[in-house]
Nanobody, 122 residues
Framework: QVQLVESGGGLVQPGGSLRLSCAASGLSLANYLIGWFRQSPGKEREFVSGISWSGGTTLYADSVSGRFTTSRDNAKSTVYLQMNSLKPEDTALYYC???????????????WGQGTQVNVSS
């Protein structure tokens, strides 16, 4: 059974930082792209960042590039999303995602986590 379990969300002030974690189990990570999406009320789910487990290549949405960093820990089968310089517009439910494919279209995702809420507010 495939599981993607997120943690690390919470409330933070603008300009602050959070680190999200996604613990993966039940799949051969070397064959997957693992990444993060987010969704705010009334908006479509959007790609945030992703990493190729085998090669470590990363990709970021323009809105978070330079502020967010995705990394992985092979030994723990865990992907991290370090979020710095957070803005109110980063407020959303953040989902961990895994795809066997080669693109980050939400419709192409094979597995989703349950989501973790991030609120950026003063």
């Amino acid at each position: 059974q495939v599981q993607l379990v997120e943690s690390g969300g919470g409330l933070v002030q603008p300009g602050g930082s959070l680190r999200l974690s996604c613990a993966a189990s039940g799949l051969s990570l070397a064959n997957y792209l693992i990444g993060w999406f987010r969704q705010s009320p009334g908006k479509e789910r959007e790609f945030v960042s992703g990493i190729s487990w085998s090669g470590g290549t990363t990709l970021y949405a323009d809105s978070v590039s330079g502020r967010f960093t995705t990394s992985r820990d092979n030994a723990k089968s865990t992907v991290y999303l370090q979020m710095n310089s957070l803005k109110p517009e980063d407020t959303a439910l953040y989902y961990c995602a895994a795809t066997y494919g080669s693109n980050w279209n939400a419709q192409s995702i094979d597995y989703w986590g349950q989501g973790t809420q991030v609120n950026v507010s003063s």
